[in-house]
């Protein structure tokens, strides 16, 4: 069982269509992160949420942190074929030694034009 | 600016070679990592230099090793790699790398690494 699960893994839709992606945790976490990755390239960083209930907006992209922070979403409203990737979450376990990132497994998404 | 660079962006390697990746912030972070990311799966850490000091070794084999000649700089030799070695490696920089504090961090392009 991975500490942080994400849901879906993978996500389908057409354009101007909407989507969230989910990333849970029996664990409480610092702060956690949401990156972008596109296939051969590094994980661009979207956003960090820190304070327990924040919710952020990028965009057409809507990012809420649970109140109790162990778990976290991210929608995205009127999906381009540009956000079309992989996106990952990530975040320190607020009991962790260090600064050791634990990854979800990803959710790929594919915005069909 | 929140930019890490990485090079070379793809090595071909065979098993008996040495070479190193490198890695480049000028973010003033006090933080950086290696990770290895095999193809569909998320990033998995390998090592992290807190302060220029190895802070974190996960395990990796000696025939990887970690170099932080100053805080801007991250360095990784390779040396007599595997076939399973291939995969894409990442850099990342954060502020402190400490324990307890938000401390986003900020990742590089890759270095697409393939050993023949």
């Known amino acids: 069982t991975q500490l942080l699960e994400q849901s879906p893994q993978f996500l389908s839709i057409q354009e101007g269509e909407n989507l969230t992606v989910y990333c849970n945790s029996s664990?409480?976490?610092?702060?956690l992160q949401w990156y972008r990755q596109e296939p051969g390239e590094g994980p661009v960083l979207l956003v960090t949420?820190?304070?327990?209930?924040e919710v952020k907006k990028l965009k057409r992209l809507t990012f809420q942190f649970g109140d109790a922070r162990k778990d976290s979403s991210l929608h995205i409203t009127a999906a381009q074929p540009g956000d079309t990737g992989l996106y990952l979450c990530?975040?320190?376990?607020?009991?962790?030694?260090?600064?050791?990132?634990?990854f979800g497994g990803g959710t790929r998404v594919l915005v069909k034009p | 600016d929140t930019e890490v660079t990485q090079t070379p962006k793809h090595l071909v390697m065979g098993m008996t070679n040495k070479k190193s990746l490198k890695c480049e912030q000028h973010?003033?972070?006090?933080?950086m990592y290696w990770y290895k990311q095999k193809a569909k799966k998320p990033p998995e850490l390998m090592f992290v230099?807190?302060?220029?000091?190895?802070?974190i070794n996960e395990s990796v084999p000696s025939r990887f090793s970690p170099e932080c000649p100053n805080s801007s700089l991250l360095n990784l030799h390779l040396h007599a790699l595997q076939p399973e070695d291939s995969a894409l490696y990442l850099c990342?920089?954060?502020?402190?790398?400490?324990?307890?504090?938000?401390?986003?961090?900020?990742f590089g392009p890759g270095t697409r690494l393939t050993v023949l």
């Open positions: 990342a920089s954060s502020p402190t790398g400490l324990a307890g504090n938000p401390d986003t961090q900020y």
């Open positions: 664990s409480v976490f610092s702060s």
């Open positions: 949420v820190v304070t327990g209930g």
């Open positions: 990530a975040g320190v376990p607020i009991k962790a030694a260090g600064n050791k990132l634990t």
């Open positions: 973010m003033g972070h006090r933080a």
């Open positions: 230099y807190s302060y220029e000091k190895l802070s």
